[in-house]
């Protein structure tokens, strides 16, 4: 009897589950850091000196975030 009130429970929760992802699935406006990740293309997409600027932007964001964990990583001390 344990067992199939168990399972009942079960069942229930997994078929109500996908209710709750339904629930959630409206879109928040997008930030403007959000925003500037994604690569305009099409009209109004500015020119090509503007994309060449901010992929160097962003790869060179990318290339210190990369040098400063590459610091931690290297300073900290062995716990051995």
Known sequence: ???RIAAIGLAV?????P???LAQT????ASAS???AIPRTGVG????AARTR??????RQRARATAE???RVRATPNRS
């Open 1 to 3: 009897m344990v067992n």
């Open 13 to 17: 929760a997994l078929a109500l589950a």
């Open 19 to 21: 209710l709750g992802v």
């Open 26 to 29: 409206s879109q928040p406006a």
């Open 34 to 36: 959000a925003a500037s």
């Open 45 to 48: 997409a500015g020119s090509n």
């Open 54 to 59: 901010h992929r160097g932007t962003l790869n």
């Open 69 to 71: 964990h590459a610091h």
